[in-house]
């Protein structure tokens, strides 16, 4: 094989990958040393879409910063307010009435379902399988229809609110809704059984990037990733939040640590979500849907949810007055993309990309 | 790849999925955050909408000979979060469905809307007055046997000197201290 390989596939160099448009069209830098075509080292620069939004945070109310940690991103964009003001609330000491719970535990499992089927649909993008790409947005638009019916918007939901939430669902809302979760349960079903068997899919993205279990805990990797090599990890389940205490839901993990196994459990995990919006929709309890707030005194507080991406980590530092000293996050891809050079070492050039989206990074949350 | 030639198929034989905007309406439900819109009848002046505003979008000040006050709400400024509507006492601020909000630069400034909402005259001493709209006022003298249309008149000031007087009358006998 290698004397088919022209002089200069042979040789060493070095190749720059972005900073725009790795796979999705948010900016990281990747400096590839390569033997031929194959990846032997990885150098990654980030910081290119820093925005400040901590410090922007410590100049705003706490009431115009369930807004601002809403525009941390867009794919978690329910996430960041949702764990914020878990956070506040864990300061104040307000508990979120029953009603309020379950709504934020639909508004964010909507939003997880919608984020794993991007990806899903990126990956098929990545590999060149357009009419999937196309077939899996189509699916994801259904919840983007019930997103903008429900909240009013397609990603940015604004569905949180320090003690509770700000949206309710009356009959109509629930009945539209289980209907078209019911239909995306259905085409789910279909896409798991076509990312599990497709040939195409299967040659393309089996055994490329792999990390094993022994990487998930040296890297202290998260979610879908983490998950992916076999590590059960889930803060809904191992520290329930909200109403998932109430919940029946499974902890999908798959064995492989690849980039097939990552987007099945996505996939998996999205049809996990319909179940729990749905158990969700069938138990949602009546009453008020947020507490009365009360004065926020000084203190820190923390808060951790589980994102689509993985843990999401809110700390907060108030000094009583209406604006916080300190809030600070960490996002799972922080943790997740120190696992590229790792998911990198020896693949070849054309994987870059696909085992880039396979980590499904944030880089607006990471850099903010 | 067969199963998924039988999705290929079924979405051949579905049609487009796209809505065929602009020459038929775009999906748009009820709910939609369109733009924000103030109903100025309702409005208290209270300014909760302004406190919780993050993009600063909401501007409400007095006028210089304070006979009333100016709220405007720009919105190329607003996320359209709806934080104001949420917090809004009075239900004074609604957002609309209507997402036409394209115009050309030249009328970037004109993309707001302005109100002016005219402070009452205390029937006591003249100061100017919040308006109370009557749909609040009579929530919140519901359950009192006042006219509340004459106390809604009056200032803040000259509510308590009312107040006085009248608990002064009514126990002006009984109370008499000794």
Redesign the interface.
């Known amino acids: 094989m290698s004397d088919l390989l022209t002089p200069c596939a042979q040789k060493s160099f070095t190749l720059p990958i972005g900073p725009l448009h790795v796979a999705l069209e948010e900016p990281m830098y990747f400096k590839l040393d390569l033997d031929g075509e194959r990846v032997r080292q990885v150098e990654i620069t980030a910081g290119h879409v820093h925005r400040g939004m901590e410090s922007l945070a410590a100049k705003?109310?706490f009431?115009?910063?369930?807004?601002?940690t809403?525009?941390v991103c867009s794919l978690c964009s329910n996430s960041h307010p949702f764990t914020y003001c878990l956070a506040v609330e864990n300061l104040a000491g307000i508990a979120v009435p029953p009603r309020g719970q379950y709504l934020r535990v639909l508004a964010e499992e909507i939003k997880r379902s919608a984020s794993h089927l991007f990806n899903v649909g990126i990956m098929a993008h990545v590999i060149g399988y357009k009419?999937?790409f196309m077939?899996v947005m189509?699916v994801r638009?259904i919840m983007q229809?019930i997103k903008?019916?429900?909240?009013?918007?397609r990603m940015?939901l604004?569905a949180n609110?320090i003690g509770g939430v700000?949206y309710d669902l009356d009959s109509t809302l629930l009945e539209f809704t289980a209907d078209n979760l019911n239909r995306v349960a259905g085409h789910l079903a279909?896409l798991i059984?076509?990312y599990r068997?497709?040939?195409?899919i299967k040659a393309r993205t089996q055994g490329v990037g792999v990390v094993s279990p022994k990487d998930v805990a040296a890297l202290g990797l998260v979610g879908p990733v983490a998950r992916a090599a076999g590590a059960a990890m889930d803060v809904r389940r191992d520290s329930p939040y909200a109403a998932y205490g109430d919940l029946e839901f499974a902890v999908i993990t798959e064995e492989g640590g690849d980039v097939h196994s990552r987007a099945m459990v996505r996939l998996r995990e999205a049809r996990e979500s319909v179940g729990i919006v749905l158990q969700a929709l069938g138990k949602l309890p009546g009453g008020e849907r947020r507490a009365r707030l009360s004065a926020i005194p000084a203190g820190e507080a923390v808060a951790r949810t589980e994102a689509p991406r993985g843990e999401l980590f809110y700390y907060l530092h108030a000094d009583g007055s209406d604006v916080p000293l300190r809030l600070k996050w960490r996002v799972p891809s922080y943790l997740n993309w120190d696992a590229l050079p790792v998911m990198m070492k020896d693949c070849a050039v054309a994987d870059v990309t696909l085992i880039v989206n396979s980590i499904d990074p944030c880089v607006s949350c990471t850099e903010r | 790849?067969p199963?998924?030639l039988k999705?290929?198929v079924r979405?051949l034989l579905k049609g487009p999925?796209t809505d065929p905007f602009p020459f038929q309406e775009a999906?748009t439900?009820d709910?939609?955050?369109g733009r924000v819109v103030l109903n100025p009848d309702l409005c208290l002046g209270c300014g909760i909408c302004r406190?919780?505003?993050?993009g600063e979008a909401i501007r409400l000040e007095p006028d210089e000979g304070r006979t009333g006050y100016s709220f405007s709400i720009w919105h190329n400024t607003c996320?359209?979060?709806?934080?104001c509507r949420?917090?809004c006492p009075t239900g004074a601020i609604t957002?609309n469905a209507d997402w036409h909000g394209a115009h050309p630069q030249t009328d970037k400034y004109r993309h707001a809307e302005h109100h002016f909402v005219p402070y009452l005259r205390c029937a006591g001493c003249g100061a100017p007055l919040r308006p109370l709209p009557p749909g609040i006022a009579a929530r919140l003298y519901a359950h009192s046997p006042l006219d509340m249309t004459q106390v809604v008149k009056l200032c803040p000031d000259c509510r308590l000197t009312a107040t006085a007087k009248r608990e002064g009358e009514r126990y002006g006998t009984t109370a008499n201290p000794g």
């Open positions: 705003r109310n009431f115009q910063n369930v807004v601002l809403e525009r009419s999937l077939h189509q638009e229809d903008e019916t429900i909240f009013g918007n940015d604004a609110c700000t279909e059984d076509i068997h497709d040939p195409m | 790849m199963r998924f999705i290929l979405n999925a999906f439900p709910r939609l955050r406190h919780v505003c993050p996320a359209l979060c709806g934080s949420h917090f957002l």
